[in-house]
């Protein structure tokens, strides 16, 4: 697993396949479908064998395997709905590619580039999809089969002693620690050490750092987008100065914020700020996956396993 993905799996990654592997010994990843339509996908296709028989020349990039649109590189989809319109998948969230996830989060791809916590495991994460689900679910049969599996899941859950709810202490004292939120809303924590070096905030606001982009992006005429570029440049500027005096932090959040914005004309912005951030922070393997996911941003086929 960390030869191909370089990153460790939590343990909760292996008791959630095992789980799965009560549903259906015979495809454990296939093991929610009929009931959530969800299928287990990313380092679970490993587990699956799915890897097993191909051509390593044919995978341009394992950290491509059903990353999404909008995924960070602190984001590593796992699970994803099979006929969801809005592009809706679960995976771990790390704030550093050496340590293990601080939380389980879903976005939806097709829509926007936020990320809902979803607990300390996955057994959490799909105890609260599967309330919602429930909530939602009008027929009787159906139902039942999701009161079955939310009475097995939290079986399960409290024998290995997994916490369930969304939002844990691990998880407050985590985002205590956040510098920032970010556009996608999941938060941001860099090193800051007793004298405060390590971030700095943007000097613009993220309502008025949408509006430059907005313009940018958007505006009426070559004036104001001329405009709205000068102060985007501003910005980038305070973001050199920033990485002079070891506040990388401050890239990293403008770098973020942009690639969430989702407008390819600024790829190449992204790629001056998030490679560099990651590489000054020491998270080196983030800044890999940046730049292979920006290269191949526009994918249409999220998995690395060719279908035969």
Known sequence: MKDKFKMEMPQDFYDFWEF??????DKPECALIDTLDLDLVGPFDVLA???KNIEES????????????????????????????QG?????FRDDPKTLPVFVASNQAN??????????????????HLVDVLKK???????NSLKKLQSSLTTKAKELKYNLSPLTPNIKARNKKSNSKTFHKAGMVVPVDATEVGYRPLTVTDGELKKILRKISEGKDEKEREKASEELQEIM?????ANDECDYGMGLELGLDIFCFGEKRFNNTIL?????????????LFAEIIEIHMEHRERKQLSQVKAK
């Open 272 to 284: 001056q700020l998030m490679p560099l951030a990651y590489r000054l922070l020491g998270r080196d």
């Open 237 to 241: 500027t305070y973001v050199q100065f």
């Open 20 to 25: 799965c592997k009560t549903l259906d010994s």
């Open 49 to 51: 064998g799915k890897f």
């Open 137 to 143: 679910c009008k027929v009787k049969t159906k139902q």
């Open 58 to 85: 044919s995978v341009v990039s394992y950290h491509l395997h059903w990353r999404h649109y909008y995924d960070p590189p602190e984001f590593q989809t796992v699970i994803r709905a099979c006929n969801s319109d």
């Open 111 to 128: 829509v926007d580039c936020e990320m809902v916590i979803m607990g300390e495991n996955l057994f959490s994460a799909v105890s609260i």
């Open 88 to 92: 809706y998948h679960i995976g771990y």
